[in-house]
C-alpha cells in the first residue's frame, strides 16, 4: 500500500472535534474546518431525502463497513430503512468536495466504492460548480460517468435534488 493509501485510510479514522474533517493531501494529513458551503450541500440533501422518500434513511460522516481496510465515512450514505449499514447495501454515497478532500474524493474514493459495490457515488463539487455522478460498478472503477453544472438538478436514490440553491 503507498503511503497516500495508508494516509487515507488514518484519516478517515482520526477523531476530530465536531464540524472539522480530517483528510490525506499528498504525504500529509489536513484537518481543516467544514465550510459553511460544504455543510449546507449535505445537509440539504439530506433533508431532500427524508422529505421525499420516507422508505430511506440517510447517515452523514458514519463509518461504513466495505469501505476499505479502515472503513470510510462518507458525507452522505443512502440505505432502505432496514438495511444493514454496508457498501453494498447502500442505494448511493455522496461526497461534496473541499480542497483538502479533492484527491481523495475523486480518485481514491472512486476507487473504493467502486470496489465495495456501491451503485451510485455523486461528487458533488462547489468550488468548480460541478457535480459528477458515477454509477454502474466494476471490479474497481464506475462504468458510467455523467458531469453536470451544479445548477442541474440531479436525481438521486429516486429523488430530485436542486444543489445550487
Known sequence: MSLHNELVELAAEMEVPEGFRADAKGEVIVVSPQRSEHWRIISDIDFRIRLNAPSLRTTSDVK??????RAKAPDVGIF???????ASKALAFVEVVADSSRETDYVDKTSIYATGGVPVYLIVDPDRELWTLHTTPT?????????NPINVPIEI??????LNN
Open 64 to 69: 461504513i463497513p466495505g469501505t476499505g481496510e
Open 80 to 86: 432502505h430503512r432496514n438495511a444493514e449499514l454496508h
Open 139 to 147: 471490479e474497481n472503477r464506475y462504468r458510467n460517468t455523467t458531469t
Open 157 to 162: 436514490a429516486g429523488v430530485s435534488v436542486e
